[in-house]
Every structure is written in structure tokens, then in C-alpha cells.
């Protein structure tokens, strides 16, 4: 174990820096339509359950491999594995480490396009109107421009380590965050026909479901209360490794699930009321953020204020992320391939300048390659490797690893996250995590498999 390495100066960093690499798209943007999509209040409280259930134990085990390692996922497992089998650990987990990479390809991107928003809505919103979102993405340059200017930022951060810039800019990024939080959901909430929106959000409906539809929104749950972690390529584990043993891992990530689930209900209750006050479609899809809502700040008094305030908590949401992630990049790069930190950071911002290449040219240069049939592009691609299959396989891979004696094993995942002051992780909870917990992940995802083609 390297007992050099940089750790975090505070417990708050650590916290924050862990909820910041979950607060992302998956809660801002994804959680919000998907719930539409799927009724609203039902799919809440079983997003809560799984959240509990499915995603909570997950992010113990990747935040004890993360400590426990002292290192990212491939080192980590290389260093845990109680086998002989070192090196095929290894290589599983560099596999599962490229998703961080694949991830950021598409991230970075798309977190351009929420600071392309903030900007227009700072300059009066004028350009936003109806059809500005095709037009943006049929023009490569301007996807571009605030593409790397995010990348840029990320790799400027991550320059200085984890206690000279990256934990005190995920502290003012999350308090930030949390004060427009705070600001939109009072404004929501004060909007004519706003409490329809919230019943729609937050009231179970079951005369909604039936049959296929309710076993549908089971699944649709199940996957969200999982992803919105991001677990399994290990960006959640890199936070671990900077973390001390003085607080036990239950305790904080209690904190951090709470965290992750505020900004996701309170993303819920500034579109689900403003969607009722203009009569708009909560189950509009991906297109909610994009489209339909600067429909109804174009209708609001100060649109523009509104909409620059939104998207500039979107854009932070999803900067935190990139910053969590790319540190993720940045660390196996001093670890495992020992270069220093200013040289690991300028190479992969240099390759992901490069891997966003892609994905920004499947809306326009690249429009007529469909690489999953259909309408789909590059995309679409991207995301289905990470979301669709390297996150819940990771996730399955680092369950077995963590209670399987040719793994790491039970015991010794039990003791590292039990180590330190506060909450423990209960040992009846042993069978469960063991058998049912990875049935549970393989059928998330052969299940979305068979969604996807069938």
C-alpha cells in the first residue's frame, strides 16, 4: 500500500467529491424524463427502494476497494485478489476502467451543450427558440468550442491534485449547486398549478400500472436507483482511495446517497410544477431539457434569468461529474504508468479532445451511420457500451470479487468498510450480498440487453 498518497483534507471533501461524481445527468436529466415517462410518484418510491437496496451495498464495495487499494480499479484488484489469479483480475478491471474513458468521450460533450445553453440564456435567450437545438447540433464547430472549453476547465482543476484545487472547487461547485437548487425550487413551487405537479411526482398512482406496464416501471427503477451511481467503472472508487479510516464507509455514504437523492427529487420539483404551469408534456423524453423546457421559460417573466440559473446548476451537476471522473484518468495514469500528474492529466485531456470527436460528428458529418439501427448515432452507441453494459457488468464483476474467496473476499470487505468511527455494515446482510445481489445486477442487464434488441 502506497501511504504517500494524497488524501483528502477534510471529511466534507470527501463527501462532497463522492456525491459530485453521482450528481450528474443521471439525476438532473435522466431521473426527471424517466419519471415522467413512467407515471411519476410509483416510479419515485421504487427508485427509493432500490436506491437502498441495489445501489447503496454496490457503493460500499467500490468505495472499500478504492480504500483498500489505495489505488484505481485495476490496481486495486491486482493488489485485494487472494488468488493466485492476479493478473486476469487485472485485466477485467482495466476493461471495466476503460468505461471512465468511453464515458467522458460523450459526457464532456453533452456538458457542452448545457454551458452553450447557460450562455445563450446569458446573453437574453433570444436564439432560443424553437428548433435552435437541431440547428446546434448540425454545426460541429460550436459543439466544439464548448466541448473543449469544459474539457479545458476539468483538466486545469485536476492539474493540482485533490487538496489544492480538486477538493476545494467540488466544495464551492457543490455549494453553488445546492444554493440555485434552492432558488429554482422556490420558484417552481410558486408557479400557478405548480401542486399538480408535485402530485404527479411524488403521489403513487397504482391505477397507472398494470401488468407488463408495471413490471416495466419495476425495471425502469431498478436501473435508475443503479446508474445514477455510476458504479462499476470505478470513478466511485478513486474517491475511496483518498479517504482515511477515521469514519466508517456506511456512515459516509449514507450521506452521500442522501445527497444524491435531494438533487435528484429537487430536479423533480422544479420541471415536474413548471411543466404543469405551461401545460407541458412531463413524459416529453430526452428532448425535456433541451426542448421543451425553454418553451416554458420563453413564457415565464425573466425567462431569461430563470433559464441561465437552470442551466447553470445542469451545467454544474454535470461538471462535477467530469472533474470526479477525470481524476479517475488522471490517477491511473500516476499509479499504474507512473508519469506525473501534469503529464497524465495533458495526455488524457489530449485524448479526450480527440474521443469527442466522434460523438460530436454523429449529429452532422457522421448523421447517416446508424451503429444500432434505427435513428441511433454515435451517441447512443457510447452511452449503450457504458450504461448498458459496463456499468452493470462492473458492478456484477466487483460483487463477486468482493465476497468470493478467489476474489478479495467477504471478510476482508467487511473489515474495511466497518473500519472507523460511525455506522456499520450489518453481517446478516452476508447472504444477500453474496447470492441475490448479483442475480439481481444480471438480470438488470441481460434485461435491458433484451430491451434494446428484441
Not at 456499468?391 to 476482508?412: D, K, M, V
Amino acid at each position: 500500500m502506497n501511504n504517500e498518497r494524497e488524501l483528502f483534507a477534510s471529511r466534507l471533501g470527501f463527501i462532497l467529491m463522492t456525491a459530485g461524481c453521482a450528481i450528474g445527468l443521471g439525476n438532473v436529466w435522466r431521473f426527471p424524463y424517466v419519471a415522467g415517462q413512467y407515471g411519476g410518484g410509483l416510479f419515485v418510491l421504487l427508485y427509493l427502494f432500490f436506491l437502498v437496496f441495489l445501489g447503496f451495498p454496490v457503493m460500499m464495495m467500490e468505495l472499500a476497494l478504492g480504500r483498500a487499494g489505495r489505488s484505481t480499479y485495476p490496481g486495486a484488484f491486482q493488489k485485494l485478489t487472494l488468488s493466485k489469479a492476479k493478473k486476469p483480475w487485472y485485466i477485467i478491471a482495466l476493461i471495466l476502467f476503460s468505461g471512465s474513458f468511453i464515458l467522458l468521450s460523450f459526457y464532456t460533450v453533452i456538458t457542452g451543450w448545457l454551458f452553450s445553453y447557460t450562455f445563450e440564456y446569458l446573453k437574453g435567450g433570444a436564439n432560443l427558440k424553437s428548433g435552435y437545438f437541431e440547428a446546434f447540433l448540425k454545426s460541429p464547430g460550436n459543439q466544439i468550442i464548448c466541448t473543449f472549453v469544459m474539457l479545458a476547465a476539468t483538466v486545469a482543476i485536476c492539474l493540482g491534485g485533490i487538496r489544492k484545487t480538486i477538493e476545494k472547487s467540488i466544495k464551492w461547485m457543490m455549494g453553488g449547486l445546492f444554493f440555485l437548487l434552492l432558488v429554482l425550487v422556490v420558484k417552481s413551487l410558486c408557479l400557478p398549478n405548480a401542486s399538480a405537479g408535485v402530485r404527479f411526482f411524488l403521489m403513487p398512482s397504482f391505477e397507472k400500472f398494470a401488468g407488463n406496464n408495471f413490471l416495466e416501471t419495476v425495471h425502469a427503477a431498478m436501473s435508475q436507483a443503479f446508474f445514477t451511481l455510476s458504479l462499476g467503472i470505478g470513478s466511485i472508487a478513486i474517491c475511496g482511495s483518498y479517504f482515511g479510516k477515521e469514519r466508517s464507509l456506511p456512515n459516509e455514504g449514507l450521506w452521500i446517497v442522501i445527497f444524491d437523492t435531494l438533487v435528484a427529487v429537487c430536479a423533480g420539483l422544479i420541471i415536474f410544477p413548471s411543466c404543469y404551469a405551461y401545460n407541458v408534456a412531463p413524459g416529453a423524453g430526452p428532448s425535456l431539457i433541451f426542448i421543451t423546457l425553454p418553451l416554458v421559460f420563453q413564457n415565464m417573466a425573466a425567462g431569461w434569468l430563470w433559464g441561465s440559473l437552470f442551466f447553470l446548476f445542469l451545467t454544474i451537476a454535470a461538471f462535477s461529474t467530469l472533474v470526479a471522473v477525470f481524476e479517475n484518468l488522471a490517477a491511473f495514469g500516476i499509479d499504474e504508468l507512473k508519469w506525473s500528474r501534469k503529464k497524465s492529466c495533458t495526455v488524457f485531456g489530449l485524448a479526450l479532445a480527440v474521443s469527442s470527436l466522434p460523438c460530436i460528428f454523429g449529429f452532422n458529418i457522421l448523421s447517416n451511420f446508424h451503429p444500432l439501427g434505427g435513428s441511433s448515432n454515435i451517441l447512443d452507441l457510447e452511452d449503450f457500451i457504458v450504461s448498458d453494459n459496463l456499468l452493470p457488468l462492473g458492478a456484477l464483476i466487483l460483487s463477486i470479487f468482493c465476497t468470493r474467496r478467489f476474489g478479495w473476499g467477504q471478510e476482508n470487505f467487511y473489515n474495511e468498510i466497518n473500519t472507523g468511527k460511525g455506522l456499520k455494515f450489518p453481517r446478516f446482510f452476508g447472504f444477500y450480498l453474496k447470492w441475490i445481489l448479483p442475480l439481481i445486477i444480471f438480470a438488470i442487464w441481460l434485461i435491458g440487453i433484451c430491451k434494446r434488441f428484441f
